[in-house]
């Protein structure tokens, strides 16, 4: 999978929006952008993926760049809930899925 | 539950000692994955199974190491000879048949191991 750059934590005050950005500049053609999370004492869970296409769940958004080189994790209402680390990864159809050192998100009260 | 089941959750062991982590996938899913996480760090690849088949092995996981899937339904991860190096949170993941690229992994909660 190639390569991914997060920044290595975040804030953010409870009941306002997070933008949780991801570089990926070495991105293929068919490389899938995966985002997933961990809380604390948890396994990861995974929040969203994406293709081109901005995508909406019921956990999040995730809005991709026009030439994919970036992609932005949104969380529109941050809760204490959502402090956790945030993983983006690119997916081929290799099994092995590398996760790197993620986004830890503090949610303040 | 139907989700992924590890057991034991925590496991405290000395030196030199062999263990052994199950991992109890979600019923029909084909694919299993095992990863090792340690303090501070992102889970780290150790291997694949595609049903009773291990496809894939990181080199991080040594001649100490094996991982075994018999029946293409629950996994063992075994560790012989531990050494304190070996402590870690280790995780077992699995998700259905269909391409890697758009497929949702499902993790337990994971066994950690604690070397003395």
């Known amino acids: 999978d190639a390569k991914t750059t997060q920044p290595n934590s975040m804030e953010s005050n409870e009941e306002e929006p997070v933008h949780l950005p991801c570089n990926h500049s070495?991105?293929?053609?068919?490389?899938?952008i995966h985002w997933y999370r961990q809380l604390p004492s948890q396994g990861p869970e995974y929040v969203i993926h994406?293709?081109?296409s901005n995508v909406n769940n019921r956990m999040a958004s995730l809005a991709i760049a026009e030439d994919r080189k970036s992609s932005t994790l949104i969380l529109h209402r941050a809760t204490l809930r959502d402090a956790a680390v945030y993983y983006c990864?690119?997916?081929?159809?290799?099994?092995?899925?590398?996760f790197g050192a993620g986004t830890r998100l503090t949610v303040k009260p | 539950d139907t989700g992924v089941s590890q057991d034991p959750r925590h496991k405290i062991t000395k030196r030199g000692q062999n263990v052994t982590f199950r991992c109890d996938p979600i019923?029909?899913?084909?694919?299993l994955y095992w990863y090792r996480q340690t303090l501070g760090q992102g889970p780290e690849f150790l291997t694949y199974?595609?049903?009773?088949?291990?496809?894939?092995k990181s080199r991080l996981l040594s001649d100490r190491f094996s991982a075994e899937r018999p029946k293409g339904s629950f996994s063992t991860l075994e560790i012989q000879r531990t050494e304190q190096g070996d402590s870690a949170m280790y995780l077992c993941?699995?998700?259905?048949?269909?391409?890697?690229?758009?497929?949702?992994?499902?993790f337990g909660e994971g066994s950690r191991l604690t070397v003395l």
């Open positions: 990864i690119l997916r081929d159809d290799n099994n092995d899925m590398r």
């Open positions: 199974f595609q049903n009773e088949a291990q496809l894939e």
């Open positions: 019923s029909e899913h084909n694919r």
């Open positions: 993941a699995s998700s259905a048949n269909g391409r890697a690229r758009t497929g949702e992994l499902f």
């Open positions: 070495t991105i293929s053609g068919t490389d899938y």
């Open positions: 994406g293709l081109t």
